[in-house]
């Protein structure tokens, strides 16, 4: 009784699992036949920086180049030290 229980819901375990898959299966089917629109080439937005973009950047540059002559000055006082090691 039980074995007969078992080969029957085996069966109809198969057959959900089939009928699963190719629903799947069409669904991908009739999901990649849509109409594919192409891209259009847009013309770039030209970015036009705020006066306050305009400052920050001025001061940021301002930091970079003192940031680069500190490390030029750190740079020649480890040479003379090395100098003076030698």
Do not use: F
């Not at 770039?44 to 500190?70: F, G, N, V």
Request: proline fraction near 5%.
């Amino acid at each position: 009784m039980r074995k007969q229980q078992y080969e029957a819901s085996a069966k109809i375990a198969m057959v959900a699992l089939i009928g699963i898959v190719l629903s799947l299966t069409i669904n991908i089917a009739i999901g990649k036949h849509d109409p594919v629109q192409e891209a259009k080439a847009q013309e770039p937005i030209r970015w036009t920086p705020t006066p306050l973009e305009q400052r920050k950047m001025d001061s940021l540059y301002a930091i970079d180049a003192a940031t680069k002559a500190d490390m030029d000055s750190i740079r020649d006082m480890i040479d003379a030290i090395l100098i003076k090691l030698d």
